[in-house]
């Protein structure tokens, strides 16, 4: 039977399943959920053998025939093979079996399946005739009965390898009985209390027996039907948060059942001691599970921070387990605990718990698929094969160029401060699609996308990525570095496909700074993050989510400060001036702008002050967990409501030019799964830094209201939407300041399931419910500011791919709604200059406005390369006008129309104009840079003031926006300038301050190749 098992054929299914576990699966739930998948597996390798031995079988004829014959050339020496004649007139099968080019057929037509044995076919003779032949069955041979080593010395192998692997299992079993003996009951009235109370907490009903195990003992638990959890002997002398969150830790080992199933795990490697993956599958689950349990011990109320210290205190100064408790689990490894400590601290980590019904769905799901694998064994299709020589070859055909466009490939070389290349400097590529730290990531949605690479032996890298103009990226930063804090930063047009970047590494300097107090003293174990520095006056770098878990490794990273406060990391010697974040417990928050210059630098940080607040329902008082509070200071910072509604956190820097000092705002997002609206709370410090400031922060339940999103005509679920509600401003007696930032209005935002369903709450009143695609191909639908601050249609146009007026009142209970998007057409179009070439340029499309939701000065640029233009969530009527401009052949268009037939846009020579600036004293107006603008939109002028019953406002962009980097010229002495490659057809006009406000004017238009006078422009003197 150990030979059956060794070479059973669905075992290379079984490390298929391991590895697609940790491809898809693995990587955005829950520790819980994870850890719950990773032991499905282990219970699947445990029931596969005996399912696959003994249960029916069925043949799957799915492996195609030329697998075999491919591999059967390099199984087959050369050999004389062996054919017989076949008379004249007979017309042979193909080979199945092809070894050279020229061979000739050698398969019996008679013969309905695949011979047991191959023979190879037969080679044509140069100097004979072709001979036509076919196998000849190959007599059997009757040998004594041997025994078979290399079947049998295999299996001993395995054989010796899983007792062996077994022993430590069986010495921790017997090492967990010693101990239970010998251990010191623990049944003061102290700890029986707290047992009773924890236990209640987590919902565990078990008997546990409480132990003391030795003076250095780490908290264990071991015990299959009798659970036990042991301590160190100084136990009793923990305070009461140390005493909890231990026994909240190993608890929650005992709730999880997590010692049987360890067993499971450790059977499973037993089993297939010779597989690594199997290995590193089980140590993968034992991280799961210890971030499970973290997860258990935060969810049940305890500070983050407070955990994670406690956390590193006992890795230290406990020691792990002996050989003898192998089979218990132990609370803190030191090789997992810069991992769990980053975990713990993770404010956007999902900690959801698994319930019943979701483990016995991930088991029903697991034991379908075992039991499958296990009866069906693919087989070879029983089909005719035609040879080599038949067959005719496969052309390679090259990627055409919109193929190639799907990838965005970027090259680069790594350079020494001496300008020699560099082998294995660190490469990190990232962006982030938010654009700034005030809003609040979706999570799966707004997420941080990060890339890793090194160089080879010439300095060269490469970075492949997909590229899909309706996914587009904000922003691109790469960031190279090798030890020593050599580093080199450069910015990716996202837009482009293609990128080939030089980063040369400056040389580096040890760059120390002193933390000090108020009074002098040194501060002690404070590591700040480095924000950004500035490379002499013109250059700075930056990231823009300077924490541990978002920090990309090649960003320079300072040390903790020393007894006497020194922190110091190796920056490029150009260094002028960097900014330093910290966010401690301790110290507070601060943002520090530090000038590096030969002398000892010293930095005084002001007295810490702390915002003790408490998150309440309104109306009854109870308080709110899990909920997220953002205070709109410097650093940003995210903290999370505990179990009682309590948050802490520090004061920060005021952000200057936006509010006085002291004065912020917070940002409080409900539980995305609860009813309560998104709170935004004006609040400022108290003048004086000796006390700590208390607040009350009271949420109001909404108007439930759900739904689904689907696509118009397939009825498609759409996920991953996001959804967010916008009242009224004015004419709305229900609206709540409170509903919206100052300056982001609705911040808190729902997505979509795979279902495309969602449910959220929203305010009572008139207002939209906003609704944004995950990509661009859905046709945008057009409102206005004023249809959502005083409901009617003026101000400034907006675009989302759906708005949805509602006007609920209070005690509504409103039915579900069904959204429909409309996908839009993905239009390719030929794009040629005015001689019939490929144009290469600019375009911008008035439904194409990624990251944004009006067209106001700038439009996000569509490259076209080649004469290839391509455009998602194209509609003929919503979608124009498109202006293209290729100022390398200074041609352009403006398409209000589509050609019929997919004809091909051929772009017009450029005009221009020329101007005659004056003031209002009739002088001439010389270097001056005129405003220029081109209109998309026809309508009033853009006041940038937001008042009831304005007009809508035209739309335009701003030429010097799309002739970047290059710029317009400036007037001469006489004040004249001339503008050149402009767009033949396209609506201009300049803009201008006139009586203090914006205004426009002087309107003109230009014709191919031809120069228009706009004549004298007056401006008023400011």
């Not at 029916?56 to 093979?81: H, L, M, T, Y």
């Not at 005992?254 to 297939?272: E, S, T, Y």
């Not at 034991?367 to 005719?392: C, D």
């Not at 729902?750 to 661009?776: C, E, H, K, N």
Request: glycine fraction near 6%; charge should be negative; hydrophobic fraction near 40%.
């Amino acid at each position: 039977m150990f030979n059956d098992l060794l070479s059973l054929p669905g075992l290379e299914n079984w490390f298929a399943i391991d590895l697609a576990v940790k491809s898809t699966l693995l990587v955005a739930l829950a520790a819980g959920l994870r850890h719950r998948v990773w032991t499905l597996l282990f219970l699947a390798l445990l029931i596969l053998p005996p399912v696959t031995l003994f249960a029916p079988g069925w043949n799957w004829q799915v492996i195609p025939r030329s697998w075999q014959a491919e591999k059967s050339e390099d199984a087959i020496p050369d050999a004389i093979p062996v054919t017989t004649s076949v008379p004249s007139g007979i017309e042979p099968e193909p080979s199945a079996l092809p070894m050279t080019p020229k061979i000739t057929r050698a398969v019996d037509q008679t013969e309905p399946t695949l011979q047991s044995q191959l023979v190879p076919a037969v080679f044509e003779q140069e100097t004979h005739h072709a001979v036509a032949s076919t196998p000849a069955p190959i007599p059997k041979i009757i040998q004594p009965a041997t025994f078979d080593w290399s079947k049998h010395t295999l299996a001993l192998i395995w054989l010796g390898g899983f007792l062996l692997m077994l022993l430590p299992l069986i010495t921790g079993l017997w090492g967990n009985g010693r101990l239970r003996k010998q251990g010191q009951l623990l049944d003061s009235p102290d700890w029986q209390r707290m047992m009773t109370e924890l236990s209640h907490r987590l919902g565990l009903q078990r008997t546990i027996t409480l132990l003391s195990g030795g003076p250095q003992q780490m908290p264990i638990t071991f015990g299959l039907r009798h659970p036990c959890v042991v301590l160190p002997d100084d136990a009793a002398n923990w305070d009461e948060e140390r005493r909890q969150v231990v026994l909240l830790h190993e608890l929650a080992h005992i709730k999880r059942f997590d010692v049987p199933l360890q067993m499971i795990a450790r059977l499973g490697c037993a089993l297939f001691w010779f597989h690594p993956l199997v290995w590193w599958s089980a140590r993968q689950m034992r991280l799961e599970r210890e971030h499970a349990c973290d997860d258990c011990v935060l969810l049940a109320g305890q500070e983050p921070s407070v955990y994670a210290s406690h956390l590193l205190e006992i890795a230290h100064q406990l020691s792990n387990q002996t050989r003898f408790t192998t089979a218990a689990l132990c609370m803190a490894r030191k090789s997992q605990l810069e991992g769990r400590l980053l975990a713990v601290l993770d404010t956007r980590r999902s900690r959801a718990q698994v319930g019943v019904v979701r483990t016995l769905g991930c088991l029903s799901l697991a034991l379908l698929l075992v039991i499958t694998l296990g009866i069906v064994h693919p087989t070879l299709q029983v089909e005719s094969l035609l040879t080599a020589a038949e067959k005719e070859p496969a052309s390679a055909t090259p990627k055409t160029g919109s193929e190639e466009y799907q990838l965005m490939r970027i090259t680069g070389t790594v350079l020494s401060p001496d300008g020699e290349p560099l082998s294995g400097a660190h490469i990190d590529l990232f962006t982030d699609n938010r654009g700034t730290n005030w809003h609040r990531r979706i999570p799966g949605v707004d997420d941080f996308e990060s890339h890793q690479t090194t160089t080879n032996e010439t300095g060269w890298f490469q970075i492949v990525l997909p590229h899909d103009i309706s996914r587009p990226r904000k922003d691109m930063q790469i960031i190279a570095s090798v030890a020593g804090g050599l580093l080199a930063k450069e910015t990716i047009d996202p837009h482009l496909p293609r990128h080939h970047v030089e980063l040369k590494l400056s040389a580096a300097k040890k760059v120390r700074v002193q933390l000090i107090d108020t009074v002098g003293n040194p501060i002690v174990g404070i590591e700040p993050y480095l924000s950004g520095i500035s490379l002499g006056k013109n250059s700075y770098i930056n990231i823009r989510h300077p924490k541990p878990d978002s920090l990309v490794a090649a960003w320079p990273r300072f040390t903790k400060s020393d007894d006497e406060g020194y922190v110091e990391a190796m920056l490029p010697t150009s260094t002028t001036t960097l900014r330093l974040l910290i966010d401690d417990k301790q110290v507070g928050a601060h943002a520090l702008d530090v000038e590096i210059s030969d002398k000892p630098i010293s930095v005084a940080l002001k007295p810490a002050q702390f915002l003790d607040g408490k998150v309440i329902d309104e109306t009854t008082g109870q308080p709110i967990a899990g909920a997220e509070v953002m205070i709109l200071e410097r650093p940003y910072r995210t903290t999370r409501t505990k179990a009682d509604g309590s948050f802490r956190v520090a004061r920060g820097e005021t952000l200057g030019g936006l509010f006085p000092s002291g004065q912020n705002i917070l940002h409080v997002y409900p539980p995305s799964e609860s009813a309560y609206l998104f709170h935004a709370h004006e609040w400022k410090w108290p003048n004086n830094r000796l006390s700590d400031a208390n607040l009350t922060i009271k949420m109001r339940t909404g108007i439930v209201i759900s739904g689904r999103v689907t696509e118009k005509g397939t009825g498609k679920p759409v996920p991953k939407v996001a959804l967010a509600f916008e009242s009224q401003e004015y004419n709305n007696p229900l609206f709540d300041e409170t509903s919206q930032c100052r300056f982001f209005g609705a911040d808190m935002k729902y997505a979509t399931d795979a279902d495309g369903r969602f449910q959220m709450p929203v305010w009572p009143g008139p207002g939209y419910l906003i609704v944004t695609a995950p990509t661009l191909d859905y046709v945008h639908q057009e409102i206005s500011l004023g249809d959502k601050y005083y409901g009617k249609p003026g101000l400034q146009r907006e675009y989302y791919d759906a708005a949805v007026r509602l006007n609920l009142k209070p005690a509504a209970q409103p039915e579900p709604m069904e959204i429909i998007l409309e996908r839009g057409e993905l239009l390719k179009q030929k794009i040629i200059c005015p001689d019939g070439q490929p144009a290469n340029g600019k375009a911008y499309a008035r439904s194409y406005i990624p990251f944004k939701k009006e067209i106001d000065a700038s439009l996000p640029v569509i490259l076209f390369e080649n004469g290839q233009f391509e455009l998602p969530g194209f509609h003929s009527k919503k979608s124009l006008p498109l202006l293209f401009v290729d100022l390398k052949h200074h041609c352009g268009k403006i398409v209000t129309e589509f050609p019929p037939d997919d004809a091909p846009i051929q772009l017009e020579q450029c005009g221009a104009a020329t101007f005659q600036f004056e003031d209002n004293n009739g002088k001439p107006l010389a270097d001056h840079e005129p405003l220029l603008m081109i209109i998309v939109t026809p309508g009033a002028t853009n006041t940038a003031f937001i008042q009831p019953d304005q007009p809508l406002w035209f739309e335009h962009l701003f030429w010097q926006n799309i002739l970047w980097p290059k710029r317009i010229s400036k007037t001469n002495a006489e004040g004249r300038v001339t503008v050149n490659d402009l767009i033949p057809g396209a609506t201009y006009q300049l803009q201008f301050i006139k009586k203090g406000r914006w205004a426009s004017g002087y309107e003109f238009t230009v014709r191919p190749g031809e120069t228009t006078d706009v004549g004298k422009v007056v401006l008023e003197l400011q």
